[in-house]
């Protein structure tokens, strides 16, 4: 199997079109479906239904894509290993990260990557846990911080610290910004925790399923016999505090998440419990891909610029 030819058909597949696969790899469309034609003719399977808005795997396809991005994660791991050998750690390392988490460690994780590793390429991917836990299982990822991760033979988690859950409202002295008429939701401000079951009873703004924290913050009401009264589903950290700000709900967020913001004193945060709301967050890797020491340079890299992270790198030198 040629590895060019797998590769030009991974892109299509991942794209969708021809014209695109082409326009991203910088080849001739005629060159591009003659290479993938080839590869079919190999394996004497149609790998792509091509239509009018563009191309779509087949099953045989759908299979092969799986396969395919694996292999040539593989090979670059290879070329990866054999640079080692000229004293440099190179090649590329994929890093997926919750969006809560990204505003608070893409930042100073691309600062340090790029100071200790000039010859290496990072890619920073946002996503669901559950679509990260699946890219980290097929090679599109390296690397990942997982919420609520489940154990299972093919991932390694290395848990790395229980992230508090806060009540996000709109601050009572800032400016309103809700339309007239709306309703504008709020509690007075009291330093004592939100007790779990009270939680409930709160017009909520919270990402659609299968996000971590939805799927956390239904699971632990579930236990009290309760369920969330959702007031809007919204996926998008930046979405979900631009509507808490318009005083159109409250939302459920790690503290940093509101930090991140920008504007952290639009807001008031009040602690949720008991039992306090908390969300565990691991770092993932495959377990059945050996790691490169590249990839293992930006695991360190990113236990240090996580929350607590530090107290990680110390437990693994003892």
């Not at 034609?37 to 191309?55: I, K, M, T």
């Not at 846990?129 to 299982?137: H, I, K, N, R, T």
């Not at 919204?234 to 700000?245: K, N």
């Amino acid at each position: 199997m040629d590895l060019k030819q797998l590769g030009y058909f991974v892109r299509v597949a991942e794209l969708g079109s021809f014209t695109k696969a082409a326009a991203a790899l910088q080849v001739a469309q005629p060159a591009l479906s003659r290479q993938v034609r080839l590869l079919e003719v190999e394996l004497r399977q149609s790998l792509l239904l091509r239509n009018g808005r563009g191309a779509v795997p087949t099953e045989a396809g759908q299979l092969l894509l799986e396969h395919g991005r694996g292999i040539l994660h593989q090979v670059e791991r290879a070329r990866e290993e054999l640079g080692r050998v000229r004293g440099t750690l190179a090649g590329r390392v994929a890093i997926g990260l919750p969006p809560s988490l990204a505003r608070l460690v893409a930042v100073p994780l691309t600062r340090r990557f790029r100071q200790q590793l000039p010859q290496a390429r990072l890619s920073i991917t946002e996503g669901l846990s559950v679509s990260m836990q699946d890219a980290l299982l097929n090679g599109r990822l390296d690397l990942a911080l997982l919420y609520n991760a489940q154990p299972l033979p093919e991932l390694e988690l290395q848990p790395l610290f229980d992230e508090e859950l806060m009540l996000v409202q709109a601050h009572p002295e800032a400016e309103p910004h809700a339309p007239s008429g709306a309703t504008s939701p709020t509690l007075a401000p009291h330093p004592a925790p939100l007790p779990l079951a009270e939680l409930a009873q709160l017009p909520l703004l919270i990402p659609t399923r299968p996000n971590a924290l939805r799927m956390h913050v239904e699971v632990e009401l579930a236990k009290l016999g309760l369920r969330p009264r959702i007031a809007l589903e919204i996926d998008g950290v930046a979405a979900i505090l631009d509507l808490v700000a318009d005083g159109l709900g409250f939302a459920v967020l790690p503290r940093h998440a509101v930090a991140a913001s920008g504007r952290p004193a639009a807001f008031a945060m009040r602690a949720i419990g008991p039992p306090a709301l908390r969300i565990p967050v691991a770092l993932a890797c495959s377990a059945q891909r050996p790691s490169t020491l590249t990839q293992r340079a930006a695991r360190e890299l990113i236990l240090q610029v996580c929350p607590q992270g530090q107290n990680t790198l110390k437990a693994l030198a003892r």
